[in-house]
């Protein structure tokens, strides 16, 4: 199994990534550059959402050109990494966590469209997506597994909560966020879940704390540490996802949910 490789903020490229080529897919939503290669002796194909030296900000992410460009080279899961902000107190930045509910209630894309493959009337495979949790528990397993092997501290479950930017967010607007049981946020992660829940890709979604959210200490995390632990996690995600994509075939991801389908 090819394994999909979806990467943020602080990571750029997979580092030791062998037989690595870089080139760009079509796909009905336009092209998206992909890089496929051999890492831990596993097929990788990679997708970094911002591209080198953050060319695309988070208003830019061509989430559905991204998703269907790795169901089409090949991938038959997709294991994802973000930094993200804390909204809980007593998570320390510095940690991962292995999500396992999802908030997203806009439901759209950067550009204000709603999220789903299903574009068009009458479109082959239109349905609805019917789940529990969106994220694939098989996947889950093997990111704190491998968070775990590779030493980093790594909290199981959170809500991941994704927010527009490219701005941060105000203290109204993570209270609303902290009341609804959200434990951190991030800018790009919940067009992936839903698009890789309706193309029946296995996916499951890693964060790195880099910062407590607007409002949750009394004293505002320094904009300096935020940019240190950025810098840290590509380290980190690194480490982690190098160890997860050797234990992916054994653990046997399957799609999540049902697709209630009318055709």
């Known amino acids: 199994m090819k394994v999909g490789i979806i990467t ?8 030791g990534f062998e037989d690595a080529e870089a080139r760009t897919v079509d796909t009905r939503f336009g092209p998206a550059p992909v890089t496929t290669g051999t890492w831990a002796g596993v097929e990788v194909v990679h997708v970094s959402r911002h591209g080198e030296g953050h060319r695309r900000l988070s208003s830019s992410v061509s989430h559905q050109a991204n998703v269907l460009a790795l169901k089409e080279a090949g991938a038959g899961c997709v294991l994802a990494a973000t930094v993200c902000g804390a909204l809980d107190p007593e998570l320390e930045l510095g940690t991962l966590v292995v999500f396992d509910d999802l908030h997203f209630l806009a439901n759209r894309l950067p550009d204000g469209s709603l999220c789903t493959l299903y574009t068009e009337p009458g479109m082959p495979g239109r349905g609805h997506w019917i789940f529990d949790r969106p994220f694939a528990p ?11 092997a590779a030493g980093h501290p790594v909290r199981d479950g959170g809500c991941y909560g994704h927010v527009d930017g490219p701005r941060f967010n105000t203290r109204t607007e ?84 049902t697709h209630f389908r009318f055709d």
């Open 174 to 257: 993570i209270r609303m966020l902290r009341q609804a049981g959200v434990t951190a946020v991030s800018q790009t992660a919940g067009p992936e879940t839903v698009l890789c829940g309706e193309a029946e890709l296995p996916y499951a979604l890693v964060g790195y704390a880099t910062d407590y959210a607007n409002g949750v200490p009394d004293e505002p995390t320094p904009v300096q540490t935020l940019i240190e632990l950025i810098g840290r996690s590509g380290a980190v995600f690194a480490g982690t996802l190098r160890a997860a994509v050797g234990r992916v075939p054994a653990a046997g991801p399957r799609p999540v949910g």
């Open 8 to 15: 943020g903020s602080g990571t750029y490229a997979l580092p």
């Open 138 to 148: 098989e996947l889950r397993g093997v990111l704190l597994d491998a968070a775990r």
